[in-house]
């Protein structure tokens, strides 16, 4: 029998029989009433898909339908962005960001055998992270939340791919973690700094903002160190509501000239959650390199899925390339980051009204829908076992599970857990 | 870069620019106008779920959507077979039929450590073969097509399944064939016997008529030798017509005890190709056996999709659980397989009038769409250099891909073929 993931918060929250329970860690963006958001562009995009009789259903290319992985690209970089205009930046359809990962570290494996070390961030282990490890890669965690003083500190990123002193973690810091998986047990170790040459991935860096110097200085370590970096887009526009603001970060790596992987997921920000919708995104140095690297990626693709599955897909290809559909989808995005600092707001304001201990500023400070409430592991527990309400232990939780009808009770818990814990640092 | 698949026979098809070219080798079947076939079912229930306001897009479990697995497993099994009453066969919903022989290798893989040996037929190598080759499986490849006879023999594949001996192929017989992937370069080899505890690809046998006792004989032999059975259910009911009859072998194997594991593909039999609805079907032998196959398969799952596309699963699953609308499907492949039928008999009587040197019989003693011509392979090498027929060359066609259109063409084609090369041995 397989050992069970640890995060299964979800499941403990499933099968806990209180009324008052919530679940404030879902991963996708919710609506006011509870449910997964979905693009109202999508429903429309759908029923005209069924009712055109010109589409065909026949089997798509190992690589996927083209013209969705063009508009993807496009969509990330730019449509006249250096890399597209220099043919070096490609893509390979996948099944959703676990298909994509799942891809590029395949290819990590076979291509860069002297690079099987991976850097990730802590909220990215599962399920991404322990795609690595499965696959024989050695997976360090690491963390730019700062919990001392409430705020994603920027340093702690650079501290991590500094010079390659290999420290291990001091036992008083509870970072090891057993895996689900009964074939390769093995403790997530903590590595101070990032080794020479190994896999780092990145995700959404619109929380942890960086002075101009320091993504020089970021940068030029990478470089130095050849580290090679595995992005992950999982919801390009959520974070900010501006599509470009939300991969800006990668054009810094562009026009670098790093070459890199791009796990780039279309499911989340579209509200297609059921059909895995994803691309593996290459960027190289030069259209040659590209191609062979794209050639490689296809051999694992053909093994992996064979085909592609093409309804959602198509569904977001019709979407981007249609303009008025595509100005109607980001302001859906729009309407969803608003709703998301409404309600950061809001939360602010209760707790202060509360009289709640401490500042709370961090909340609305923090971009985007999933965000750290800064609470200690202590008051994330007393939410849990007294008020069950579900958020991780690192109390990021995603802001858009609160709403007009459950803010009250989360917000008088939250008081009550920073209130009534003894132990008041968070 | 990576080396090009052998097969890619469609893709010379596809340079030829000689107006009268033709491909009969598509995997699918195609309609007498030469359009990929799709049950007229698929159309009607494709416009109802997108019209169905009460349906939800939310992730799908790991395993799968759960009513699909079910459905699927009724289908393969019957409702209220052995297997299923005692709840020993379960499923995971898979990215197709390469995702279910992907997740099945990785299973034996690291479960299996002792079987490392695939046996396959020839047909099956790619991409099923590659699938093992690529994860480090010895695979041979093997057929039950008696060229010399023009019949597919049940002693063959006795043959293979008979005494541990070992022997290489003689180098006269091209067995070898180098494999796509630059990773891993490995001739395929000739093994005469399949050995203790191999995994042995077994497809449909409705071609291969076995007799009580060579059934007996067979499984027999698999088990004293505890080679574990994989089957390959591609498209059932596109065999004879009739579903239940295309999955009766199995349920042999399963009165006999055997445990095994089956890809069951739905995306042909309905027309669904560019989803790639399939099921990693698990037979055990005892209900916690099987929970525990299971559990282990969702890590695997985990980790290559996370949650399969569900597009294909649920019209499938709202056609299999509707009796009127599967009566229609039912119907819709009886009308393939008996246009199969009439274009064989057709083939067979336009070569008899042509006056084509040997006997036919063959082409209409074969059951399915895809059968073979009995040609040898300097008339397979004939058609395609001199007529711009693409044929494989152990000369198995799609004999859907023959219609009112083409059929003179093809006919007159392989009666010169016949009659021009010199070598009439077929």
Not at 335 to 345: A, D, F, L, P, S
Request: hydrophobic residues 35%; charged residues 20%; neutral net charge.
């Amino acid at each position: 029998m397989a050992q069970k993931l640890e995060g299964s918060l979800l499941k403990t929250y499933k099968q806990d029989d209180n009324p008052n329970k919530m679940f404030l860690a879902y991963k996708v963006c919710m609506t006011s009433k509870g449910r997964p958001w979905v693009s109202s562009v999508v429903r429309k995009t759908r029923m005209q898909i069924a009712q055109d009789p010109s589409l065909n259903y026949e089997y798509t290319p190992v690589m996927g339908m083209k013209s969705f992985v063009q508009a993807s690209l496009n969509l990330l970089f730019g449509k006249n962005s250096q890399v597209i205009v220099e043919n070096r930046a490609g893509g390979v359809q996948t099944v959703g960001d676990s298909g994509a990962f799942q891809l590029g570290a395949q290819f990590l494996k076979s291509w860069c055998q002297s690079s099987q070390i991976v850097y990730i961030v802590s909220s990215q282990k599962e399920p991404h992270g322990l795609i690595f490890q499965d696959m024989g890669f050695t997976v360090y965690e690491h963390t730019f939340w700062d919990s001392a003083h409430l705020c994603l500190d920027p340093n702690m990123l650079l501290d991590v791919v500094k010079e390659p002193t290999w420290r291990m973690a001091s036992p008083t810091v509870p970072l090891s973690r057993p895996v689900w998986s009964g074939r390769h047990r093995q403790d997530s170790l903590s590595l101070q700094h990032a080794p020479h040459g190994c896999v780092f991935v990145i995700g959404s860096m619109g929380n942890c903002q960086l002075t101009p110097s320091q993504w020089t200085q970021l940068m030029t370590l990478m470089k130095s160190k050849e580290i090679f970096p595995f992005f992950d887009i999982p919801y390009q526009g959520l974070s900010t509501g501006d599509l470009e603001e939300d991969a800006r970060f990668l054009h810094y790596f562009v026009s670098q000239g790093f070459e890199f992987f791009c796990s780039q997921s279309l499911s989340k920000n579209f509200g297609i959650y059921d059909e895995g919708v994803g691309t593996l995104v290459v960027v190289t140095l030069d259209n040659q390199l590209l191609l062979r690297v794209l050639s490689q990626l296809m051999n694992f693709a053909r093994a992996l899925w064979l085909n592609p599955p093409t309804t959602g897909a198509r569904i977001i290809t019709s979407v981007l390339c249609n303009p008025a559909m595509q100005g109607e989808w980001r302001q859906s995005l729009e309407g969803v980051v608003e709703n998301v600092m409404m309600t950061k707001e809001k939360v602010k304001e209760k707790l202060r009204l509360l009289g709640t201990p401490g500042s709370w500023d961090h909340i609305t400070e923090q971009k985007g829908s999933h965000s750290y409430l800064g609470l200690n592991s202590q008051q994330v527990e007393y939410l849990i076992s007294e008020k069950h309400i579900y958020i991780p232990k690192n109390g990021r939780i995603n802001f858009t599970c609160i709403n007009s009808y459950n803010i009250d009770y989360i917000t008088s818990s939250i008081n009550e857990a920073v209130c009534f814990t003894k132990d008041s640092e968070r």
